[in-house]
Nanobody
Framework: VQLQASGGGLVQPGGSLRLSCSASGSIFSINTMGWYRQAPGKQREMVARITKGGKTNYVDPVKGRFTISRDDAKNTVNLQMNSLKPEDTAVYSC?????????????????WGKGTLVTVSS
């Protein structure tokens, strides 16, 4: 299973970016998908996650500004980031809780994509 993230870059404060992450491989099912970020000198933190049923969770600093969504037909998770602030600058990594194999021998595991850098600066 491979996760490929895209959409990072440089944006001015108040601007927007959209991150996308696509999972590929021998995927039977995907449960939770989400995004983490790690800023320089800080610990990694969960930014947003979405369950297969569509339930979402966000870290408090991004509530009302970021929106996570998924497309199960494409095994994709997206993160729309609006009203970006300099403190949102970080490397953003996607992850997915994936089942591989075939019934009855499914194996669940967490898979991670390579991080994409988001820089918010004027």
């Amino acid at each position: 299973v491979q996760l490929q993230a895209s959409g990072g870059g440089l944006v001015q404060p108040g601007g927007s970016l959209r991150l996308s992450c696509s999972a590929s491989g021998s995927i039977f099912s995907i449960n939770t998908m989400g995004w983490y970020r790690q800023a320089p000198g800080k610990q990694r933190e969960m930014v947003a996650r979405i369950t297969k049923g569509g339930k979402t969770n966000y870290v408090d600093p991004v509530k009302g500004r970021f929106t996570i969504s998924r497309d199960d037909a494409k095994n994709t998770v997206n993160l729309q980031m609006n009203s970006l602030k300099p403190e949102d600058t970080a490397v953003y990594s996607c992850y997915a809780d994936v089942a591989v194999g075939h019934i009855p021998a499914l194996q669940w595991g967490d898979y991670w994509g390579k991080g994409t850098l988001v820089t918010v600066s004027s």
